[in-house]
């Protein structure tokens, strides 16, 4: 992810035909232009170490593994090797792997297998899996990797497995560590033939999870990328059926499937629970529901923290959408996604003791609910503290919401304006909306109806110096941190919105942006002048 730095207060960005599927962020602080990693830095693994093993596709000579001049010419010889020997690590030079097995890979309790070495290392850490891609080729006829618990596959591009369940990689039961792979362009799809009983066969079509299918297994996901894959039915990324799944500073790009375009996450009869940290969902499509995540389970918890989701689209919740599940959103971004029908950002019909916090919705399209699709059902939810800005749709810019009376939606310290469409709050009840800025006048305790005066929105949704929503909202039930870390409150009392405390004229950095040809391609920010602030990141 790109970061692009500041030195001064205003700031020259040419773009030439930049495309809005690449998303990132623009630091403005002072300082030099770098690239940093989405997430948070990996544990290095252990493994029971008896012995290094060594693969090199190149190698055609005697073959023991032991070295790098005798590496085995292929990766499964070397796992096996490790798995008998008690447990081991094995080291893969650049290169691409396949196999006339399905699967090209089956991993093996107790051993971690590391991509992206040159040959010739002696260390671990000498490895550059970006510089030296070692790839796990399905061929479009094969599974790639079929996972093990106590087990680890780091290094990796899984690229064009085909398979009904789990095209790049399949964990049934199994909990493995995946880290700093990158998942491209697996196909989950299966023809079958059934009798129709009219006197002939139909051939129809299934698959889920085109990148990785998770059932009633518990993986640890760090640092990867998922790009490009699909699946007929569910999962375009990932599917997971059951088990406690953490996805910690991965990226989902252009992934696609009926429902959950990036990830599809069900319960089952195991205890389940989804952890998203610091991910990003891009261009990700769903027919029907999710286009970055879809989630349903009653009995399922789930967690998305400090998340981005940009330009991703479906028929309903083209960000996310939750069925049932109890949820906890906390510090996301949701920018540019489009539903052709409810919740252009996110279908929230939520289990009870959920919860959307610090959350910031700007630029989402839908029919109804251009920002957020609300509806409590049976059980009462609430969102704290969040920001909505310059969404679209027929009813309820901001927010549609069809929440019974006996279960009303809960709406605190929130900010909704410059939405279209009239009532951005939909139709919710009245009491249970307070302390809030929005722009067609609602009644409730502390609400107010006054421009909150955003930095520049609708990319930055801080709060300039003399904002009404400074200091004006209730401590009660409300976050200790902002949507950037900063603690609550820095003034007399807590702010409404995303963001707390106020940004003096000083700090505020103007952002030029201007393209070359002028009808050449699409940028974000758009171009023209944007306000942001000093140090923060504009995504």
């Known amino acids: 992810m790109k970061e692009r730095m500041i030195n001064h207060g205003v700031y020259i960005l040419a773009l030439t035909l930049l495309s809005a599927a690449c998303f990132g962020q623009v630091n403005l602080n002072a300082g030099q232009p770098g690239v940093q990693a989405m997430g948070r830095p990996v544990d290095r693994h252990t493994a029971k170490s008896s012995g290094i093993w060594h693969v090199d596709g190149s190698n055609t ?48 309790e107790g051993v971690a297998i590391y991509g992206g070495f040159a040959g010739g290392e002696t260390d671990r850490e000498e490895r550059d899996w970006a510089g030296n891609p070692s790839v796990i080729d399905g061929e479009y006829r094969r599974r790639c990797v079929r996972g093990a618990d106590n087990a680890t596959l780091d290094g990796f591009t899984i690229t064009r497995g085909q398979a009904g369940e789990g095209a790049g990689m399949y964990n049934g039961g199994a909990s493995p560590t995946v880290a700093h792979c990158r998942f491209e362009y697996n196909m989950a799809w299966e023809e079958e033939e059934e009798w129709c009983g009219c006197g002939e066969y139909f051939i129809y079509y299934w698959g889920d999870g085109g990148g990785m299918l998770n059932r009633n297994a518990s993986p640890m996901i760090r640092n990867c990328s998922f790009m490009g894959n699909s699946a007929v039915d569910w999962g375009g990324a990932i599917r997971n059926i059951g088990g406690t799944v953490v996805l910690d500073g991965c990226t989902f790009e252009e992934n696609s499937a009926e429902s959950g375009g990036g990830i599809h996450a069900i319960d089952s009869d195991v205890a ?62 949701f920018s540019g996604n489009t539903s052709v029908g409810g919740g252009g950002g996110a279908w929230l019909w939520l289990g ?60 605190t310290n929130c900010i909704a304006w410059g939405n279209t469409s009239g009532l951005d709050l939909g139709v919710p009840v009245a009491p249970e909306v307070r302390y809030s800025c929005l722009q067609d006048a609602r009644p409730g305790v502390g609400n107010i109806s ?28 409300a976050p200790v941190t ?3 870390g900063h603690a609550r409150p820095m003034g007399a009392g807590i702010d409404m919105g995303a963001y707390e405390g106020a940004v003096p004229l000083e700090d505020i950095v103007m952002l030029h942006v201007e393209v070359n040809p002028a ?4 940028t974000v920010p758009a171009p023209g002048a944007h306000g942001f602030v000093r140090g923060d990141m504009a995504h």
């Open 482 to 484: 902002d949507i950037r």
């Open 352 to 411: 009870e003791g959920s919860s959307v916090v610090n959350c910031v919705f700007t630029e989402n399209t839908a029919v109804t609910g251009g920002g957020v699709f609300a509806d409590t059902h049976q059980y009462s939810w609430q969102l704290m503290n969040c920001s909505f800005n310059a969404n679209t749709a027929i009813s309820g810019g901001a927010i549609s919401n069809t929440s019974p009376a006996s279960s009303p939606l809960s709406m």
């Open 61 to 108: 000579g005697a073959q023991d593994g032991l070295s790098w001049a005798t590496a085995f010419s292929d990766i499964q010889s070397a796992v096996d090797a490790a798995h008998d020997g008690g447990g081991g690590e094995v080291r893969v030079a650049a290169g691409t792997y396949t196999s006339t097995i399905n699967p090209v890979l089956t991993m093996r």
């Open 519 to 522: 009808a050449g391609g699409v």
């Open 272 to 333: 389940t629970s989804l952890h998203v940290q610091q991910c990003g969902f891009s261009g990700n499509r769903a027919f029907y529901r999710g286009g970055g995540l879809f989630i349903s389970g009653s009995t399922m918890s789930v967690f998305v923290e400090e998340s981005l989701f940009k330009e991703n689209d479906s028929s309903s919740g083209g960000g996310i959408c939750i069925e049932y599940a109890e949820a906890t959103l906390t510090s996301c971004r």
């Open 450 to 477: 006054v421009d909150p005066m955003f930095v520049g929105a609708p990319y930055n949704l801080s709060l300039r110096s003399g904002s009404p929503c400074l200091d004006a909202g209730t401590s009660q039930g």
